[in-house]
């Protein structure tokens, strides 16, 4: 678009003076929302974002929300103080490696407020992490509102407990939360809790940062797809990918008894939005609004065929750095008090102002720590361009301790049957006797019983679920929790019991 398009022409004629009720009246005595040919109100002008950020910052913090929900109601029992992996035992192995210290080194290996708080009782540490981030994001997410100190210690609470999950948080999404975070943390002001914070106008560095991440995720999964395993090429891995994913959902039962064709053609068209799609970001406004919608499509369509945790809906947030106020502005109502009049109201201003406004000390750091910002990503981003054009590319890993940028990918292959694990116990005096009866515990989502039907939870997540589907490649020896979940089991322990859906030997003996 020309710059001077940007100010919405006046309808031929509607600068001269006109006469109502005997009285002259000039075009500045009219009022000062701007109308069309049609009478209608005004649209929004392309190139701000405004509302951009308010969308941005409550679709994290609807993401934050669900993450510390899961870890309020599961961390106690991963890796709370007699939880399957204890943090606190995994944090004195950490102080040991670096003998004895907590100092830089053991900070950097694992950035964490642990190492700050008293290890008495994990429990309440964990607790207490959990809530507050519940407690802010409820904020960001109703309001609107934030800064960069919530946003700030949204990213830091989070990556307090990665950092001592271990393989509770080895997902390539929790990666893409802290890196999607912190971000996030320089869209906002630094003091100024406004919804439209009309002195920090949003940088484009930083709506950039948003767009290279889902640059990255998107050809980074493509790539690994086409590299990973043959079925990709040769389009049959949709044959299998919906009984085989991790945690099937009612709706992948009847996308996976598709046509051979429909098959063919999902994986044709998973092809073309994350190896082709993610170059329209590159390729102008209109073609990068197209970019956005097509791969927020892509991602509410894999919301509806599988319990992906909060991965998708986290992938559509960087998408919105796509759309700009103009595109996004049918969210939000038009009434005289509403967000769109107030940035019509902004805009006009900007349009009608002869000098640029004076720069205050304020605007000038801020400039300097986007700048900053824009060089620490591209310095960080060197390793990971040379894994995503490498033919031995890896997917979901770090190469820095704060995970700010991030290698991504999902499904480098895609398993042809199922195996699964199943727990069961006996109260039988003779364990290997004909007769003895064992019987089934069931979890939460993981499918077990062939007659139950699969679960929804998206975005919701059970973690010891997820595990238990990457148990089923590998023995019992190469897992150390699940030894530890069938002792606890054989102890029914109520907190290890809290993470499954039946127990069979509920108010009876434990299990021999």
């Not at 892509?298 to 319990?307: A, C």
């Amino acid at each position: 678009m020309r710059p001077d398009s940007l100010v919405m022409a006046a309808p031929e004629g509607s600068l001269r003076k006109r006469k109502v009720g005997g009285a002259e009246h000039s075009p500045a005595s009219q009022p000062s929302l701007a109308r069309d040919p049609a009478d209608s109100p005004a649209r929004l002008h392309t190139g701000t974002f405004w509302l951009t950020r308010i969308v941005l910052l409550r679709a994290l913090a609807f993401i934050y929300f669900v993450a510390f929900l899961v870890a309020f109601n599961q961390n106690k029992a991963l890796i709370g103080d007699r939880g399957l992996l204890p943090c606190k035992l995994y944090l004195k192995n950490v102080q040991e490696y670096f003998q004895g210290s907590t100092g830089w080194a053991a900070w950097t290996y694992a950035p964490t407020i642990m190492w700050l708080l008293d290890w008495s009782d994990m429990n309440f540490n964990l607790d207490l992490i959990a809530l507050l981030g519940l407690g802010i994001s409820s904020f960001v997410l109703v309001t609107g509102c934030a800064n960069m100190i919530l946003m700030t210690a949204l990213w830091a609470l989070y990556m307090s407990l990665v950092n001592v999950g271990q393989i509770w948080y080895s997902f390539g999404w929790e990666s893409q939360l802290l890196e999607t975070g912190f971000l996030g943390i320089f869209l906002s002001p630094l003091w100024t809790l406004s919804r439209l914070p009309k002195n920090t106008p949003t940088s484009q560095i930083v709506l950039w940062g948003f767009r290279w991440l889902i640059f990255r995720i998107m050809l980074g999964a493509g790539l690994i797809k086409v590299r990973g395993d043959k079925c990709w090429l040769d389009l049959t891995c949709m044959d299998f990918h919906y009984e085989t994913q991790p945690v099937p959902n009612p709706i992948a039962y009847y996308l996976h008894r598709s046509p051979w064709w429909f098959h063919r053609f999902e994986t044709l068209s998973n092809h073309f939005v994350e190896l082709l799609v993610p170059f329209f970001l590159f390729l102008g406004r209109r073609m990068r609004i197209l970019h956005g919608v097509l791969q927020i499509l892509f991602q509410v369509i894999l919301i509806i065929s599988g319990n992906l945790s909060f991965l998708n809906w986290l992938t559509i947030v960087p998408s919105l750095a796509c759309f700009d106020d103009a595109a996004l502005g049918f969210l939000f109502p038009s009434g005289p008090q509403g967000l769109k009049k107030q940035v019509l109201e902004i805009q006009r201003e900007d349009t009608q102002r002869v000098q640029p406004k004076p720069r205050d000390r304020g605007c000038l750091v801020r400039q300097v720590v986007n700048i900053s910002l824009g060089i620490l990503v591209a310095w960080l981003s060197v390793p990971v361009v040379i894994n995503l054009l490498s033919s031995r590319q890896i997917m979901n890993t770090s190469f820095n301790p704060l995970r700010i940028v991030n290698t991504y990918g999902a499904f480098g292959s895609v398993t042809k049957e199922r195996t699964e694990v199943i727990l069961q116990g006996t109260v039988s005096p003779n364990a290997s006797a004909p007769d003895a009866v064992w019987e089934d515990y069931e979890f939460k989502c993981k499918p077990g019983d062939p007659w139950r039907q699969p679960c929804l939870i998206s975005p919701y997540h059970y973690r010891l679920d997820w595990l238990m589907w990457f148990a089923a490649f590998q023995t019992y020896e190469q897992n150390e929790w699940i030894l530890h979940l069938a002792g606890k089991l054989l102890a029914g322990d109520s907190e290890a019991l809290a993470l499954l859906a039946v127990n069979p030997f509920e108010g009876r003996t434990p299990p021999r």
